[in-house]
């Protein structure tokens, strides 16, 4: 099996097994999410089957830097179980033949977390995190990418100390990450009514367990997985060794620098969408005006 040049499931949009027609950031609109999962069964629904995607290099690629035997125990025994158990979980329901990012962030439930939450986190979490990544990584970014994070955090360096802090500091299990942050304020899909240029920038977040960005609305770009069965194999519990050689042999810049002009994309096209809505209410408000001072000028007239 020959190495990928990039992960080509990103690239294409296509998600788990093909499922997603394309990947979506949770802005789409609240009432295509706001469904009751219940957990019950929907008489008709075709059987559930999000399928366990291999990385995009053989299991030996990314050695010395992580060894054949880490990458075929973290994926071959917790992905798998993560895809196999949300299957199980998710057959027959509600959730049953919507995206794996919507299986998401219906079922995160504003923090009141239903049963899939975890396992369908945990199974996008773990093909992003593997797609971060590629044989002969590291380094330094360039072009728009090396911009925004030296604009963002003063320099690529400050950026570095910053990300490997949140991932050195993330108590217990859990991610870190790099996210494009999009012109929205830090409430669940409330519209910023001032928006501006600085409101669009990268940030450096951690998460517990399988919490991902996606439920805050932001764009993830970058993630280590800090859970100890990530690195314990090679690094037994030295965690900031882990996440330095990640940061300096194995991250995929280029992946990182795709994903920010896809987030970018589906930002500004979220801007247009919501100008649109606004403008269609607004003339629908008009509309409404002028039928009422029509019917008060008709009762005038007849009296």
Known sequence: MAAAAAPTSWLTGQGLGGRSPGFQFPWRSKEKLQRKYTGKAVYGQISAKFELKPPPYPPNALEPHMSKDTLEYHWGKHHRAYVENLNKQIV????????????????????????????AAQAWNHEFFWESMKPGGGGKPSGELLELIERDFG???????????????????????????????????????????????????????????????????????????????????????????????????????????????????????????????????????????????????SE
């Not at 991610?175 to 009514?193: I, Q, S």
């Open 92 to 119: 027959g329901t509600e959730l049953d033949g919507i995206s794996l990012e919507d299986v998401i962030i219906v079922s995160y439930n504003k923090g009141d977390m239903l049963p899939p939450f975890n396992n």
């Open 155 to 301: 320099s690529f360096d400050r950026f570095l100390e910053e990300f490997k802090s949140a991932a050195a500091t993330q108590f217990g299990s859990g991610w870190a990450w790099l996210a494009y942050k999009a012109n929205r304020l830090n409430v669940d899909n409330a519209v910023n009514p001032f928006p501006s240029e600085k409101d669009k920038k990268l940030v450096v977040v951690k998460s517990p367990n399988a919490v991902n960005p996606l439920v805050w609305d932001y764009s993830p770009l970058l993630t280590i997985d800090v859970w100890e069965h990530a690195y314990f194999l090679d690094f037994e519990n030295r965690r900031p060794n882990y996440i330095s050689v990640f940061m300096d042999k194995l991250v995929s810049w280029e992946v990182v620098s795709k994903r920010l002009e896809i987030a970018k994309a589906q930002a500004t096209k979220r801007e247009m969408e919501e100008e649109r809505r606004k403008k269609e209410e607004e003339e629908e408000n008009s509309e409404d005006e002028a039928v009422e001072v029509y019917v008060d000028g008709d009762e005038s007239e």
